[in-house]
């Protein structure tokens, strides 16, 4: 089977299900329901609430003035690192594009702390001068326990 240019062959009954569940979203225009945030794609519940990243870039886009400037000062105040602590969905983009980007010149490397292991938060600590580090507490809802007990322990440093 063939989907865009990518080839992939499933077992069998798995291969029926994506069959299946392929002429479904075709045939019931799921594609466009889902751009327009139908939660009843799924249970219909609160699905609502989390379907933004849908329309993140165009939000985003609208700030970009304020997006530049935020860039601008972390490049004025010479922060060497970047820390990143959050936690599960939080921290996982910003891991995926820093793994995906790379470092930029002239601004601070990114570090993504995802863990509650006291090792690898030493280990970052560790690797990081806090004096020289910008930290950004991820987290969706604001009271997420880990990221709220990361921006305490590095505040205290």
């Known amino acids: 089977m063939s989907l865009n240019r990518l080839t ?27 751009w327009q945030k139908d939660a009843s794609l799924w249970s219909g519940t609160d699905e609502s609430n989390w379907l933004g990243w849908l329309t993140i870039t165009e939000e985003q886009i609208a700030h970009i003035d304020v997006l530049k ?21 939080s921290s996982l983009c910003p891991e995926v594009l820093r793994m995906t980007f790379g470092k930029m ?3 601070p490397e990114l570090h993504v702390l995802d863990s509650t292991d006291p090792a690898q938060i030493k280990a970052i600590e560790a690797k990081v001068d806090l004096q020289r580090t910008l930290c950004i507490v991820s987290s969706k809802s604001g009271s997420t326990l880990e990221p709220n007990i990361y921006k305490q322990y590095f505040f205290e440093r």
């Open 69 to 89: 400037q935020v860039a601008e000062d972390v490049k004025k105040a010479r922060f060497k690192d970047a820390l990143l602590l959050g936690m599960g969905g």
């Open 8 to 34: 992939y062959k499933l077992p069998g009954r798995l291969a029926g299900e994506v069959a299946w569940s392929l002429e479904d979203w075709k045939k019931n225009n799921k594609v466009a329901r889902l």
């Open 105 to 107: 010149k002239g601004f």
